[in-house]
């Protein structure tokens, strides 16, 4: 492709990319001009105006080969939305300040966002110069260095230039040189991230978007999705720093043209992300660290809406505050952020928020984890996993999030997305960290050597001493160890330990209850005698049991209350289910009926068990097919809601660990 922008340098060598900063109309379009030759505004309205109101960019090649990329952004408090924009990125900082008016409102508001999105490499450039006097010139410069103390541009260097007669430009390039010699290369070794600044279609060429690579490569033929949307695209053609390629990575500023069936430029957006596929991490709620800038009059109250700056976009969003009533002008605390629409984000991630209105900055900080939930937000255990994740490397917040109690695992790929780890990368945090690997259905969790171990004593040891203290009980249901357990578990891995243990024949499901393999019913020689009776009757109908009452009629010598009595204990401690008062059906046999129920559940269009649908399958009477899923509803297994009964816990998780009669 051929795109019509400014300037043509050359590829291959370190890029600076620099941001301009400042007040309106202090010459920071003007700078840019008189370092590259290029004009950064680029719409009618900018020239008429005379004032930058949208992103502008400029590129020059340097002597020995580098590049300086420029993003100029505008200066009115009414489009610092427009410059956050185009902060995503970069590397060194220009804080333009007329000498003749000095710092001003934006320059304030401006210098602050810089501090809250971490940049500390740039210089100070006092334009206007050759129209004060050298007093003027120094007290512009005690008060800039004043302002710059408490931020990372504090002892940052001084410039005086005039845009007009070109004093000063040759020893800010000279310093600008430096900068981009000292360089060092923007690592690549995440997957690629793109923040759109901005996209349009061009004739002939379609739709093309330009931003700067925060992480990763990108080539030609590469498909990409545009996130948070997922809308998968190819990349049909490529400009890095201004000049057709075949490839480009981080820390250059890039132009992609895109490519798919249908695709349009309303497709697309300031604020959306381009990654690769397995980058992709939408979100509608982050959880963060944020600062509340110094100069604010008012403390930040819970549920503040706010506007979020992260990347290029701008969503509306309240602030949930995790621990607090409030937050303190200049102090810091662990936020989460509840999005009023989806975008991407990543951990490491800086965002900057200003007030409802858009008028003022408020604070900013960093995203700890992206893919944050709403339940048990404030928790303590909550709170600390949000301080291991404060941790600088991958390597040290996974050994932190493993040693937290009780463990709750890790979901290590939604862990490796977050923090856009490439699988090289990946392989080496899990060589770096013991751990061991539980699989969750879809999810692989991680836990510390020897947590899972001891959870599972810890369940062994509760059931013991319940057998111990009630030798006539059937055990205790899962809710009830779950609470005795001296080593507590999140649910997740509660159920995967009872699965494992059952599996192993170490637990035994008695009806609703849990007890150790080694502890059985005892019965009476007179229950025992009894119940040899009945259970080959019992058996005899497979999955449809008969009633009771046939069982009595056809034995007149046995006497209901007696065999009330044993049905029941038999009931309590798991060899056989009460289905209703009529209905007794041996584990293996409700297991059968169990599992029917799922698969025409699970092929049903809304996921839903009939009731019709299982007693014609199965060609049962009324009489048991109603008791059944009643029987269903009471244990758990199903839950009724207007379109049927949903299936609310697997057949074998519930009904296979039986261990017979």
Same mark, same amino acid.
């Given at each position: 492709?051929?795109?019509?922008?400014?300037? %043509?340098?050359?590829?291959?060598?370190?890029?600076?990319?620099?941001?301009?900063?400042?007040?309106?109309?202090?010459?920071?379009?003007?700078?840019?001009?008189?370092?590259?030759?290029?004009?950064?505004?680029?719409?009618?309205?900018?020239?008429?105006?005379?004032?930058?109101?949208?992103?502008?960019?400029?590129?020059?090649?340097?002597?020995?080969?580098?590049?300086?990329?420029?993003?100029?952004?505008?200066?009115?408090?009414?489009?610092?939305?427009?410059?956050?924009?185009?902060?995503?990125?970069? !590397?060194?900082?220009?804080?333009?300040?007329?000498?003749?008016?000095?710092?001003?409102?934006? #320059?304030?508001?401006?210098?602050?966002?810089?501090?809250?999105?971490?940049?500390?490499?740039?210089?100070?450039?006092?334009?206007?110069?050759?129209?004060?006097?050298? *007093?003027?010139?120094?007290?512009?410069?005690?008060?800039?260095?004043?302002?710059?103390?408490?931020?990372?541009?504090?002892?940052?260097?001084?410039?005086?230039?005039?845009?007009? #007669?070109?004093?000063?430009?040759?020893?800010?390039?000279?310093?600008?040189? $430096?900068?981009?010699?000292?360089?060092?290369?923007?690592?690549?070794?995440?997957?690629?991230?793109?923040?759109?600044?901005?996209?349009?279609?061009?004739?002939?060429?379609?739709?093309?978007?330009?931003?700067?690579?925060?992480?990763?490569?990108?080539?030609?033929?590469?498909?990409?999705?545009?996130?948070?949307?997922?809308?998968?695209?190819?990349?049909?053609?490529?400009?890095?720093?201004?000049?057709?390629?075949? &490839?480009?990575?981080?820390?250059?500023?890039?132009? $992609?043209?895109?490519?798919?069936?249908?695709?349009?430029?309303?497709?697309?957006?300031?604020?959306?992300?381009?990654?690769?596929?397995?980058?992709?991490?939408?979100?509608?709620?982050?959880?963060?660290?944020?600062?509340?800038?110094?100069?604010?009059?008012?403390?930040?109250?819970?549920?503040?809406?706010?506007?979020?700056?992260?990347?290029?976009?701008?969503?509306?969003?309240?602030?949930?505050?995790?621990?607090?009533?409030?937050?303190?002008?200049?102090?810091?605390?662990?936020?989460?952020?509840?999005?009023?629409?989806?975008?991407?984000?990543?951990?490491?991630?800086?965002?900057? $928020?200003?007030?409802?209105?858009?008028?003022? #900055?408020?604070?900013?900080?960093?995203?700890?984890?992206?893919?944050?939930?709403?339940?048990?937000?404030?928790?303590?255990?909550?709170?600390?996993?949000?301080?291991?994740?404060?941790?600088?490397?991958?390597?040290?917040?996974?050994?932190?999030?493993?040693?937290?109690?009780?463990?709750?695992?890790?979901?290590?790929?939604?862990?490796?997305?977050?923090?856009?780890?490439?699988?090289?990368?990946?392989?080496?945090? $899990? &060589?770096?960290?013991?751990?061991?690997?539980?699989?969750?259905?879809?999810? %692989?969790?991680?836990?510390?050597?020897?947590?899972?171990?001891?959870?599972?004593?810890?369940?062994?040891?509760?059931?013991?001493?319940?057998?111990?203290?009630?030798?006539?009980?059937?055990?205790?249901?899962?809710?009830?160890?779950?609470?005795?357990?001296?080593?507590?578990?999140?649910?997740?891995?509660?159920?995967?330990?009872?699965?494992?243990?059952?599996?192993?024949?170490?637990?035994?499901?008695?009806?609703?209850?849990?007890?150790?393999?080694?502890?059985?019913?005892?019965?009476?020689?007179?229950?025992?005698?009894?119940?040899?009776?009945?259970?080959?009757?019992?058996?005899?109908?497979?999955?449809?049991?008969?009633?009771? *009452?046939?069982?009595?009629?056809? !034995?007149?010598?046995?006497?209901?209350?007696?065999?009330?009595?044993?049905?029941?204990?038999?009931?309590?401690?798991?060899?056989?289910?009460?289905?209703?008062?009529?209905?007794?059906?041996?584990?293996?046999?409700?297991?059968?009926?169990?599992?029917?129920?799922?698969?025409?559940?699970?092929?049903?269009?809304?996921?839903?068990?009939?009731?019709?649908?299982?007693?014609? *399958?199965?060609?049962?009477?009324?009489?048991?097919?109603?008791?059944?899923?009643?029987?269903?509803?009471?244990?758990?297994? #199903?839950?009724?809601?207007?379109?049927?009964?949903?299936?609310?816990?697997?057949?074998?998780?519930?009904?296979?660990?039986?261990?017979?009669?």
């Amino acid at each position: 492709m051929t795109l019509a922008f400014p300037g %043509s340098p050359p590829t291959g060598h370190t890029t600076l990319i620099v941001g301009t900063a400042g007040h309106i109309d202090h010459g920071k379009t003007s700078l840019v001009k008189a370092l590259t030759g290029i004009d950064a505004d680029r719409l009618k309205e900018e020239k008429a105006r005379g004032i930058t109101i949208d992103l502008g960019f400029a590129y020059k090649a340097m002597a020995d080969g580098g590049i300086l990329g420029f993003v100029d952004v505008p200066g009115h408090e009414r489009l610092v939305r427009n410059m956050l924009a185009g902060a995503t990125g970069i !590397d060194h900082v220009l804080l333009v300040v007329a000498a003749d008016d000095g710092p001003m409102p934006q #320059t304030r508001e401006h210098l602050a966002i810089l501090d809250l999105l971490g940049l500390a490499r740039g210089a100070v450039v006092l334009t206007k110069s050759d129209l004060v006097s050298a *007093s003027r010139l120094a007290e512009v410069r005690a008060e800039i260095e004043e302002l710059l103390r408490p931020t990372g541009l504090a002892g940052s260097e001084v410039f005086a230039v005039s845009n007009v #007669t070109g004093q000063g430009i040759a020893e800010l390039e000279q310093h600008l040189l $430096l900068a981009q010699q000292r360089q060092a290369p923007a690592a690549d070794d995440g997957h690629f991230r793109l923040a759109v600044d901005r996209c349009f279609s061009l004739a002939g060429i379609g739709t093309v978007v330009t931003g700067t690579a925060v992480s990763g490569r990108v080539a030609v033929g590469d498909r990409v999705l545009v996130s948070p949307r997922k809308l998968p695209v190819r990349v049909r053609g490529l400009h890095a720093q201004n000049r057709e390629s075949t &490839q480009g990575q981080a820390g250059q500023r890039l132009a $992609l043209n895109l490519a798919a069936t249908g695709l349009e430029k309303s497709d697309i957006a300031r604020g959306d992300w381009i990654v690769a596929e397995a980058a992709h991490a939408a979100t509608r709620r982050i959880d963060a660290r944020m600062r509340l800038l110094p100069g604010e009059a008012r403390d930040l109250a819970h549920w503040t809406p706010v506007h979020l700056h992260l990347g290029a976009c701008d969503v509306g969003a309240r602030v949930v505050l995790l621990e607090g009533p409030a937050l303190a002008p200049g102090a810091s605390g662990l936020v989460q952020l509840e999005l009023d629409r989806e975008i991407a984000a990543w951990h490491g991630d800086r965002f900057i $928020l200003r007030d409802q209105s858009a008028t003022r #900055t408020l604070g900013g900080g960093v995203v700890l984890d992206p893919f944050a939930s709403a339940t048990l937000r404030r928790k303590p255990q909550r709170l600390a996993a949000l301080a291991a994740l404060e941790h600088p490397t991958p390597e040290g917040a996974l050994q932190a999030l493993l040693a937290l109690e009780p463990p709750a695992g890790v979901d290590i790929d939604s862990f490796f997305v977050a923090w856009n780890l490439p699988p090289a990368r990946r392989q080496a945090v $899990l &060589q770096a960290v013991a751990h061991r690997s539980l699989a969750d259905g879809h999810v %692989s969790r991680l836990f510390a050597p020897g947590q899972l171990e001891r959870v599972a004593a810890s369940l062994i040891e509760a059931l013991a001493a319940h057998h111990t203290q009630q030798p006539d009980s059937p055990g205790l249901t899962p809710v009830l160890l779950q609470k005795q357990a001296a080593v507590k578990a999140r649910a997740p891995v509660f159920n995967h330990l009872l699965s494992e243990l059952i599996a192993a024949g170490t637990l035994q499901r008695a009806g609703t209850n849990l007890r150790l393999a080694g502890h059985e019913v005892a019965l009476r020689p007179n229950e025992k005698a009894l119940w040899e009776r009945l259970r080959p009757w019992l058996d005899e109908g497979g999955i449809h049991p008969p009633r009771l *009452s046939d069982l009595l009629a056809r !034995d007149r010598t046995l006497h209901r209350n007696q065999v009330m009595h044993l049905l029941d204990k038999l009931a309590r401690f798991g060899k056989i289910y009460a289905v209703s008062e009529e209905y007794f059906v041996q584990p293996k046999h409700l297991h059968t009926l169990a599992l029917a129920a799922q698969k025409l559940a699970q092929a049903d269009p809304h996921q839903r068990l009939n009731v019709k649908d299982l007693r014609e *399958s199965l060609a049962m009477s009324r009489h048991l097919s109603l008791p059944l899923v009643e029987f269903f509803d009471q244990v758990g297994f #199903t839950k009724r809601d207007p379109e049927g009964r949903k299936i609310r816990r697997d057949a074998t998780d519930m009904f296979g660990g039986h261990s017979g009669a």
